[in-house]
């Protein structure tokens, strides 16, 4: 079993619309969980991070969490053409565990005029 | 310059030779982290660094060897590397390596292994 899993994608997305994306984590003890996006061809930038559940809200682009279902999700709405990227979802243990961030394949996101 | 830099951005070496990646950090930052990603693999974490000691070693091969000589500055020595070995290697920092901190990547080197 992957410890992070996100679906492959592409997701195709209308200019304007709200693009859903998903990421489901094994590890049960996770503590903090973040959203980078990748450009093709360039470094991960990071969108959001999260700790607790619920929402949370930045612009555009909200993040949603559930420890419980083990699950983290990102909403990007009114999305726009400068939106289409790779986005990569990464847990990390916290407490000890330095920065081990383990990463998704990532979600590849196409937003269509 | 600013951020986190990577040299050579481009590298392509033969199995026999050995090369270095270099990364040096403009933040302040005391943590720094080598990745390497390959196409469509999840980055993969291969080693960390918090304030010059490496606290982590994620089972990478020996013919990778990381150093570390200050809180700026981070290499990856490569020796008899293999053609499975091309991908792209990524450093990145964070300010004192805790799990819940954001860390920042560089452009990155993509490495190709003939």
């Known amino acids: 079993q992957k410890e992070v899993e996100q679906n492959s994608g592409p997701l195709s997305v209308p200019e304007g619309a709200i693009a859903s994306l998903n990421c489901t984590y094994s590890?049960?003890?996770?503590?903090?969980f973040f959203w980078y996006r990748q450009y093709s061809g360039k470094s991960p930038e990071l969108i959001m991070s999260?700790?607790?559940?619920g929402d949370k809200e930045d612009g555009r682009f909200t993040a949603q969490l559930n420890k419980a279902s083990q699950y983290v999700s990102l909403l990007i709405r009114d999305s726009q053409p400068s939106d289409s990227a790779t986005y990569l979802c990464?847990?990390?243990?916290?407490?000890?565990?330095?920065?081990?961030?383990?990463f998704g394949a990532g979600t590849q996101v196409v937003v269509t005029p | 310059e600013t951020g986190v830099t990577q040299t050579p951005r481009h590298l392509v070496m033969g199995m026999t030779n050995k090369k270095s990646l270099k990364c040096e950090q403009h933040?302040?930052?005391?943590?720094m982290y080598w990745y390497k990603q390959s196409a469509k693999k999840p980055l993969e974490l291969m080693f960390v660094?918090?304030?010059?000691?490496?606290?982590e070693n994620n089972s990478v091969p020996s013919r990778f060897s990381p150093e570390c000589p200050n809180s700026s500055h981070l290499f990856l020595h490569l020796h008899t590397l293999q053609p499975e070995d091309s991908a792209l290697y990524l450093c990145?920092?964070?300010?004192?390596?805790?799990?819940?901190?954001?860390?920042?990547f560089g452009p990155g080197t993509r490495l190709l292994v003939l």
């Open positions: 660094y918090s304030l010059e000691e490496r606290v």
């Open positions: 933040l302040g930052h005391n943590a």
């Open positions: 990145a920092s964070s300010p004192r390596g805790g799990g819940q901190e954001t860390q920042y």
């Open positions: 590890d049960r003890v996770s503590q903090s």
């Open positions: 990464a847990v990390n243990r916290g407490g000890d565990s330095w920065g081990k961030l383990q």
């Open positions: 999260i700790y607790s559940n």
